[in-house]
């Protein structure tokens, strides 16, 4: 995650505000200086890195410095056109490929900004990350280059964007619940799996005591380009909702209630993750469509805990219409058919903690703000997609770069803590795990429901009888290995954690 650096000539950085026509000051209207590196060359306004494979275990960058003075407190979007040839796959996602801002933070941390899993072939196309820049903060230091990779990759410089992706709003906000939710104890469960649950599915449930079960509404999870023709998204999701509408029965038989999870909307997603409605307005016109269709359908059902309005929504360049808007018109369309059920929200970034330091509450009242932790994901995803290596261990080891302790998730936890207080909202962890392999992971799981509790925070482990690794009702030491267990340690953290469902 670092440096190196070369000359350049003149560089100007335009940026301006999506959401309106007031320019925000250039980031340099003077030359950007870069450092020289060996391995890299600029010729007629693009960069141009090449490391062997001998030299591909390190950090082969070009850097220069910006001053983030004038853009303290806001979100910035920074975009590239990059180029790459035989570019090797590195061993950690936020490798391979190198675009990215350093800096760092009025609390001493060191923040690395980037797009993730950027290596292979491929021609000119841009990548973007977000960077939100705090209050305090100083110079920074942009890279480009390539990391823990061989190959050769190319930097357009001339269409290099800094701009402001979203305006923080609402900042005085303080959220209100009807006396039924501000009443309600946090509610415990699970996550359910993709799959039409079953009546033995909710009698186990009821039987761990789990109150509550966030029914996901989910195909081709992740994978690009899909769910882009409406006629067939319509038919899937109308077997989709006659689906829930059968979960839901048995939820009630069984005193347990829900929350609508829509998992997949229309359009899919880009191959950076980025949701195609955010950028296609057809597609974001059909989403709302589609909630109008779900709202009409469990108009006030009592079952219904809330509406969860998009699962793990991601954006990180300027789009017509922003993470944020998009659950904004969704949330005034159901309240226009379905004044009482609660309404969910979910944070950018994969509904990151962490992006709770600049999420804006919507100015509407029953909304519960939702977050999922998965941090740090080298520990919680290890041996899963082959992402990260198998064996770091919650207890012992330094991973990301520190030792993990409840405290240090605490920390991670702080932005959304700090948004729960000011705004005085409700916190649903819809989604948190460790994988069934990692070393330590009852202790992880015991300590972030630990945290969940003190801040009195509803949650819904992932995931209920869906993939192995995460069921609670498998062990293994990988993913092949993986055998059923009526008993596990991680199985005993969350039945003690659902216990609290029954005298609360």
Known sequence: MHYRKTILTALLLSVFIIASAAPVPEISRTTLKWDKQPFAAQTDGIWRIAVTPEEA?????????????????????????????????????????????????????KRWLHPNNVYGTFDWREISFIAPIPSDANQGTLMLGLQDASGAVEFEL????????????NQDYIITYPERVRQMPP????????????????????????NLVRLQICRFWAKPNTDLDLDDYDR??????????????????????????????????????????????KYADHYVLVWQRIAQRFNRDPAIFGFDLINEPFQTRPATVSYWEIQKRAAEA??????????????????????????????????????????????THQGVHKHFPVGRDYRTDEIAGRHWDKEALREILAPAR??????????????????????????????????????????????????EGWSLEYEGTDDKSMKPAADTPRKRVLLDGWQNNRSK
């Not at 290099?160 to 992706?165: P, Q, Y």
């Not at 039409?196 to 449930?205: H, Q």
């Not at 989604?431 to 509803?458: H, K, M, N, Q, T």
Request: charged share 25%.
């Open 418 to 467: 700090k948004f729960q207080q000011k705004h005085h909202a409700r916190i649903y962890v819809g989604e948190f795990s460790a994988v069934a392999w990692a070393p330590g992971a009852p202790e992880y799981l015991r300590d972030v429901i630990s945290i969940f509790e003190e801040y009195r925070w509803d949650w819904s482990y992932h995931a209920f009888r869906e993939w």
């Open 158 to 169: 001339n269409s290099l964007r800094v701009e402001t992706i979203y305006n923080m709003v």
């Open 57 to 109: 275990a390190k950090q082969n960058v070009v850097s220069a410095a910006i001053d983030l003075v004038p853009y303290r407190g806001k979100q910035l979007a920074f975009t590239i056109r990059v180029k790459a040839d035989n570019v090797s796959k590195p061993p950690q996602p936020w490798n391979g490929v190198k675009f990215m801002l350093y800096y760092i933070d009025g609390e001493n941390q």
């Open 187 to 210: 509610l415990r469960g699970v996550m359910s799996p993709q799959r039409e649950m079953t009546e033995a599915d909710f009698k186990t449930l009821q039987d761990w005591n789990v």
């Open 334 to 379: 159901v309240r226009a058919i379905d004044p009482d059920t609660t309404l969910i929200v979910e944070s950018n970034e994969m509904d990151s903690p962490t992006a709770f330091g600049y999420l804006s509450p919507l100015a509407m009242d029953n909304v519960i703000y939702q977050l999922h932790m998965y941090k740090p994901s080298e520990f």
């Open 236 to 281: 899937w999701i109308n077997s989709q909702l006659d689906k829930i509408a059968r979960e839901i029965e048995l939820a009630k038989k069984y005193g347990i209630k829900v929350v609508i999870d829509l998992h997949s909307p229309p359009g899919g997603r880009y191959e950076d993750l980025n949701m195609r409605m955010f950028f296609e307005p």
